[in-house]
T-cell receptor, first 114, second 111 residues
Framework: DAGVIQSPRHEVTEMGQEVTLRCKPISGHDYLFWYRQTMMRGLELLIYFNNNVPIDDSGMPEDRFSAKMPNASFSTLKIQPSEPRDSAVYFC????????????FGSGTRLTVV | DAKTTQPPSMDCAEGRAANLPCNHSTISGNEYVYWYRQIHSQGPQYIIHGLKNNETNEMASLIITEDRKSSTLILPHATLRDTAVYYCIVRAVFGNEKLTFGTGTRLTIIP
């Protein structure tokens, strides 16, 4: 099992550009989560999906952020337009009932907006 | 979900047992206690969880007090690779899959 796979590992972009982060959850997991981590705010849950359906997006900071899960094996988090304050590490995690309720996190994408 | 309180930092000598406390005095009957850790620059890693009984796995032991208002994560023989931030989280089993992370305890293993 390759675990939760995120891409890219690092992204540097200019303010105003569109950024797309990608996540492949563990096969068979039916929950997918997007978190953001900064020094100031720690780990924050942005949105999570169950069976590809968004369940709670109350953590999405504003309309510039959007997330999709077109199928069980792929999700994207898009920021358009990006701003310097979006600089953070973005983590994807997945969880399935059969996994003993422990989330598995990916290695994260470090986003820098200049 | 109930709020947790953890010391911001702790040190432990290599080879000794590391005991990380967590207070969750407002925990309700349907909430589990979860522990995760985050090693520098990596994603959080699940360690263990429990409801009211003590639990043990290959990574750690979890001791939950009888009133469930506090718990202790025990790393029996700490190594330098156990240096990380440890998060104690309480979460209801059904109806809410969210994990809300606090600030955790930064554990430093001293050689």
């Amino acid at each position: 099992d390759a675990g939760v796979i995120q891409s890219p590992r690092h992204e540097v972009t200019e303010m105003g550009q569109e950024v797309t982060l990608r996540c492949k959850p563990i096969s068979g997991h039916d929950y997918l989560f997007w978190y953001r981590q900064t020094m100031m705010r720690g780990l924050e849950l942005l949105i999570y999906f169950n069976n590809n359906v968004p369940i709670d997006d109350s953590g999405m900071p504003e309309d510039r952020f959007s997330a999709k899960m077109p199928n069980a094996s792929f999700s994207t988090l898009k920021i358009q337009p990006s701003e310097p304050r979006d600089s953070a590490v973005y983590f994807c995690a997945s969880n399935g009932r059969a996994s003993g309720y422990g989330y598995t996190f990916g290695s994260g994408t470090r986003l820098t907006v200049v | 979900d109930a709020k947790t309180t953890q010391p911001p930092s702790m040190d432990c000598a290599e080879g000794r047992a590391a005991n990380l406390p967590c207070n969750h005095s407002t925990i309700s009957g349907n909430e589990y206690v979860y522990w995760y850790r985050q090693i520098h620059s990596q994603g959080p890693q699940y360690i263990i969880h429990g409801l009211k009984n003590n639990e043990t796995n290959e990574m750690a032991s979890l001791i939950i007090t009888e009133d469930r208002k506090s718990s202790t994560l025990i790393l029996p023989h700490a190594t330098l690779r156990d240096t990380a931030v440890y998060y104690c989280i309480v979460r209801a089993v059904f109806g809410n899959e969210k994990l809300t992370f606090g600030t955790g305890t930064r554990l430093t293993i001293i050689p």
